[in-house]
């Protein structure tokens, strides 16, 4: 005889129970990538679900790029995939195969600083330093952009060539996050590079 207190579940629950079981097991699946890391090519058998930013960290133990929100709203984990700026952590490593990435190791380093990375250093442009590569890898990209008349918000005629106010850099920049408040001698660490190359 059935006890009073037995538990049939309905047939629907028993199947989600066996979908989500078959979902977990999909998701666990692994992938080879190869792809070029500054000028170093790679190849890893990673997890499918490793962001860009995890597998540089962990995997490289390139720990230059910074995870500050690992949701693409701080600027924090910024590098370059083929030359354009993204947030690495909002993208998979298996994303990217056969791509070529550049992380803020890639853009200079101690002995042989990029002009961008001379230039933080001049204007004091940074405190604690967490937020600093992703700033240098954006502002590096911001003058490319402006250089190359990609228009932002607050453009004021897309026709014309784009002048390089303060207004366009700090909408340009408006996704890089500094708790610190070093905008100010970001903003003129930018400007000294522009001119130095005007
Ligand atoms: S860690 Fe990627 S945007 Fe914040
Ligand atoms: S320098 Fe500290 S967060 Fe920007």
């Given at each position: 005889m059935t006890p009073p207190n037995h538990f049939e579940p309905p047939r629907d629950a028993v199947r989600s129970v066996d979908l989500g079981a078959e979902a977990r097991s999909a998701n666990s699946e692994h992938s080879t990538v190869t792809f070029v890391v500054n000028g170093q090519q790679h190849q890893l058998e990673l997890d499918?679900?490793?962001t860009l930013l995890d597998t540089l960290r962990e995997h490289l133990a390139l720990t230059g790029s910074k995870k500050g929100c690992d949701h693409g709203q701080c600027g924090a984990c910024t590098v370059f995939v083929n030359g354009t700026r993204i947030n690495a952590c909002l993208t998979l490593a298996v994303m990217h195969e056969g791509d070529e990435i550049t992380t803020i190791e890639g853009v200079g380093h101690e002995a042989h600083l990029d002009p961008m990375q001379a230039a933080f250093v001049e204007q004091d442009a940074f405190q604690c330093g967490y937020c600093t590569p992703g700033q240098i890898c954006s502002a590096k990209a911001v003058l490319e952009e402006i250089r190359a008349g990609l228009p932002s918000h607050?453009?004021?005629?897309?026709?014309a060539p784009i002048e390089l106010t303060d207004a366009e850099i700090r909408e340009r920049m408006s996704g890089n996050i500094c708790r610190c408040g070093a905008y100010a001698n970001i903003l003129k660490a930018i400007n000294q590079v522009a001119e130095a190359h005007s």
């Open positions: 499918n679900r490793t607050v453009t004021q005629d897309l026709d």
